[in-house]
């Protein structure tokens, strides 16, 4: 019985053993299968979408973003990349220059829960393509934009000065006013003086310089050529003066004349002036009419006898508070260059003392300044101006 049962016994173990011994293949077979198959489970990268947060003829420096999802940018975020360590997987460039011997753009990158920004350190450029580029051991990815330019208004010609329709012979300067800025060449081939006749005037002015422009390049100085206008001066004897008196001429600025943005002008712009005798004469304030303020919202108003340098006539006039500093305020020209108004910033203080003074060196059409002619030889040093002359002090009352 023992030995039966013992043998029964172990007749049970060896059944047992073979059991488990099959049960441990088939268990290696599963987890080597299931090695096998896990990493065609496992989530691969998907490919990055690229976008361009911009607004359209907004002056913003735009916004690009890759799209990662949630595991790519866990991942990225455990490499701690800095602003000079992204453009390896995430850069922007000017698409002419997206070569790999050229610098992406500079920049701040930002990483999201699911995706990377990068904000350029400097605006995009209107009518400027960009690419975007992703690239990593498992995408490649390309985007490119055209930033487009603002849909605005075409640049017109605002105004022409001397506003009068006559001209002194001897004019010396013309200014061109614009709506917007515009390319600073151009100039020479864009604006004629023609004749009643029909003949343009050959070479009237000195090529502009850029000194010849302000700064927000809306205005431009056209100076006519003082040695055709000076009496006895070489160009003068062998060519001949600009503007001969008596006669009749049209001033022409040409459409095709493009802005700061390279668009043509929205219209070519045809004026009409009589010549009439040369002034050699400097404007005398002694003639002029000072309107001073009377309560602390009046505007100051000075009357010249005769026209006045446009320009000359804006800035050369100033009105000093009872320390001398310079009141600010907003000067307006009207009366075709004769009328000089004044309106303080804030209103004048009741009681306070004010003076006016004007520049010696201010100037009619035909650069006669009130200390000198034109046609005169340089009484002082030419860096050195005379002092300024006052044209009378004024306080204003209280109102009510």
Not at 38 to 43: E, Q, T, V
Not at 99 to 113: E, F, N, Q, S, W
Not at 140 to 148: D, H
Not at 217 to 240: F, H
Request: charged share 25%; net charge negative; hydrophobic share 35%.
């Amino acid at each position: 019985m023992q030995l039966g049962a013992k043998g029964r016994l172990a007749g049970a173990s060896d059944s047992r053993g073979r059991s488990t011994a099959a049960q441990t293949v088939v268990n290696g077979a599963l987890v080597l299968l299931t090695l096998l198959w896990l990493p065609s489970c496992r989530p691969t990268e998907v490919a990055p979408t690229l976008h361009l947060e911009t607004e359209v003829g907004a002056a913003e420096f735009g916004r690009f973003e890759a799209y990662l999802g949630t595991e790519v940018a866990s991942r990225l975020r455990s490499e701690n990349l800095s602003d000079e360590t992204w453009p390896r997987y995430f850069a922007v460039y000017p698409a002419t220059s997206a070569h790999a011997d050229r610098p992406p753009m500079l920049g701040d990158y930002r990483l999201l829960a699911d995706r990377v920004q990068f904000r350029p350190a400097f605006p995009l450029e209107p009518g400027t393509e960009y690419r975007a580029r992703w690239s990593s051991d498992q995408a490649e990815v390309e985007s490119t934009w055209l930033i487009p330019r603002p849909a605005t208004e075409p640049t017109r010609l605002d105004a022409i000065y001397p506003s009068s329709s006559r001209w002194p012979a001897n004019l010396l300067r013309i200014y061109l006013q614009f709506s917007a800025s515009m390319s600073r060449q151009g100039a020479v081939e864009s604006v004629e003086i023609v004749r009643q006749d029909g003949t343009v005037v050959a070479a009237p002015f000195v090529a502009p310089e850029t000194s010849l422009w302000n700064p927000a390049s809306d205005r431009l100085t056209l100076l006519l050529d003082p040695g055709r206008t000076k009496r006895g001066v070489g160009p003068n004897l062998s060519e001949g003066p600009v503007l001969t008196a008596g006669e009749r001429y049209e001033i022409v600025v040409h459409s095709s004349w493009e802005d700061g943005r390279g668009r043509p002008l929205d219209s070519t712009v045809r004026r009409e002036f009589e010549v009439v005798g040369p002034d050699r004469e400097s404007p005398d304030p002694d003639t002029w009419t000072v309107d001073f303020p009377q309560t602390p919202i009046d505007p100051l108003v000075i009357v010249s006898a005769s026209p006045l340098d446009r320009v000359s006539f804006e800035h050369r006039i100033a009105v000093l508070d009872r320390h001398g500093e310079r009141v600010a305020g907003l000067v307006s020209i009207e009366g075709l260059e004769t009328r000089w108004i004044f309106h303080p910033r804030v209103p004048w203080l009741p009681g306070q003392d004010y003076e006016v003074r004007v520049s010696k060196a201010l100037e009619d059409p035909s650069g006669n300044s009130l200390w000198r002619r034109f046609e005169e030889p340089l009484v002082y040093p030419e860096s050195t101006e005379p002092a300024d002359q006052s044209l009378g002090r004024f306080s204003v009352r209280s109102q009510g």
